[in-house]
């Protein structure tokens, strides 16, 4: 089994300031990771993703997240906040185990932007 | 190429009602999955489908059941609606499925905008 836990369900940051989403996971078998981002109304859209190949993944719109086995985590970090960035942001894993594809998600973390 | 799209976008149902929910897939994607998103549990798998066969099943009643198609379409039903059944059910389709084939890394879920279900 596999869970997800995101620290903060309430991050505030302002305008071009560094964002940091944490993103511990828990898995017996190597994981797969994601980050989703959800705006008001819509769908979940892939940020980005981790299969196992470089530690350090970039996504769309200048977000970016490490993959660190040692501490079981997968933050998600952008240098400079945008207003148009304050969205919900949830973290997801899921494992090669039986190669089928529920994700697990976190509750995730709900970005605010001041200006 | 279109996204994953979802009927109806919202919907309000009475307790003891039934309710069916559609969802057309990214064009070529053969795999769908369900998820279920409220503020109390957040986002639930509930189902994946792949070539009109079950694939995996989340933790949900039996009252929550699905079927695909042959054009990869899905379809999730709801009898017996209760007031928890209130939620976002959001879609989400891939290229490929589990079922032993192996993880691909381009295996992403892209998701639909979801289908909002009010229960009375």
């Known amino acids: 089994a596999q869970s997800v836990t995101q620290l903060g369900s309430h991050v505030s940051v302002s305008e071009g300031a560094l964002v940091l989403l944490r993103c511990n996971y828990s898995s017996s078998v190597p994981p797969y990771l994601f980050w989703y981002v959800q705006y008001p109304n819509q769908g979940l859209q892939l940020l980005l993703k981790y299969t196992s190949a470089a530690t350090l993944v970039k996504g769309i719109n200048g977000f970016e997240a490490e993959f660190k086995k040692s501490e079981t985590s997968f933050h998600l970090t952008k240098p400079s906040a945008q207003m148009s960035d304050a969205a919900e942001y949830f973290c997801a894993v899921t494992t090669t185990d039986t190669g089928r594809r529920a994700l697990t998600f976190g509750s995730g973390t709900r970005l605010q932007v001041q200006p | 190429k279109a996204g994953v799209t979802q009927t109806p976008r919202y919907l309000i149902k009475t307790r003891g009602q039934q309710v069916t929910l559609s969802c057309s897939p990214i064009s070529g994607h053969r795999s769908v999955s369900w998820y279920q998103q409220t503020p109390g549990q957040g986002l639930q798998f509930l189902f994946e489908y792949f070539s009109e066969t079950q694939r995996n099943k989340g933790n949900f009643p039996g009252r929550f059941s699905g079927r695909q198609f042959s054009n990869s379409r899905s379809e999730m039903n709801v009898s017996t609606l209760e007031l928890g059944d209130s939620a976002l059910y959001l879609c989400?389709?891939?290229?490929?499925?589990?079922?032993?084939?192996?993880?691909?890394?381009?295996?992403?879920?892209?998701f639909g905008p979801g289908t909002r279900l009010t229960v009375l």
């Open positions: 989400a389709s891939s290229l490929t499925s589990g079922g032993g084939i192996p993880f691909s890394s381009t295996d992403t879920q892209y």
